[in-house]
Each structure stands twice: as structure tokens, then as C-alpha cells.
Nanobody
Framework: LVQLVESGGGSVQAGGSLRLSCAAYGYTGSAYIMAWFRQAPGKEREGVAAIYTGTSLKLYADSVKGRFTISQDSAKNTLYLQMNGLKPEDSGMYYC?????????????????WGQGTQVTVSS
């Protein structure tokens, strides 16, 4: 059974930093793509960042470019999201997602697996 477990969320003031982690269990090898999504109350879930694990190609939403960095530690089967310069609009539940199927973009694909989420709250 594949499981994704997020951690690292919390409450910070605007301008602060957080590092989210997503530990993956239950499979060997690597997913084709892993990503971070977020959802604020009353809003649709949106893609934040993704990494194609084979090529290490990284993609970001325009709203987080230059502030967030996605990375992976293949040896630990862990995905990270370093978030700097946090803004109140970055608040929400952050989810890790993984997909083993090859091909396709990162925002609209139907990911195989999702974590339970970790809450990020940024106060002004």
C-alpha cells in the first residue's frame, strides 16, 4: 500500500519560511512525477510545484516562483517544498501527490496517490 505522509506545516508570520516534507512508503523505485498542491478554504485546489523525478525537471506556479523550491531525496523517498518569503495568500492545506504513469502535464493529471495534507497558516 502506497502512502504519502506530509509534515512541516505550521503558523508563521509573513516573510517567514517553512519546509514541508512528504515521505513516501510502500513502493520501490520512483514515481514518474511528484507534486505539491494547496487548497485554501472556499477555493479550488491549485498546483504549487512539481518535479519529474527521472529528469529532475521542476515546474512552479507563477505565484510561488522565486520563493518556493521543490526537491527530492531519492534515497529517503522524500519530497520537499522549501517555502521562503511566505505571504498570507500562501495559507492553506498543502498536499503531496505522486503519479507513476508516464506522460502528461503536472497540473491537471489525475495523480495516483495523495497525502492527507499539512496546514500552513501565514499571518500578516
Amino acid at each position: 500500500l502506497v502512502q504519502l505522509v506530509e509534515s512541516g506545516g505550521g503558523s508563521v508570520q509573513a516573510g517567514g519560511s517553512l519546509r514541508l516534507s512528504c515521505a513516501a512508503y510502500g513502493y520501490t523505485g520512483s514515481a514518474y512525477i511528484m507534486a505539491w498542491f494547496r487548497q485554501a478554504p472556499g477555493k479550488e485546489r491549485e498546483g504549487v510545484a512539481a518535479i519529474y523525478t527521472g529528469t529532475s525537471l521542476k515546474l512552479y506556479a507563477d505565484s510561488v516562483k522565486g520563493r518556493f523550491t521543490i526537491s527530492q531525496d531519492s534515497a529517503k523517498n522524500t519530497l520537499y517544498l522549501q517555502m521562503n518569503g511566505l505571504k498570507p495568500e500562501d495559507s492553506g492545506m498543502y498536499y503531496c501527490a505522486a503519479d507513476f504513469r508516464v506522460g502528461g502535464g503536472w497540473r491537471s493529471r489525475d495523480y495516483n496517490y495523495w497525502g492527507q495534507g499539512t496546514q500552513v497558516t501565514v499571518s500578516s
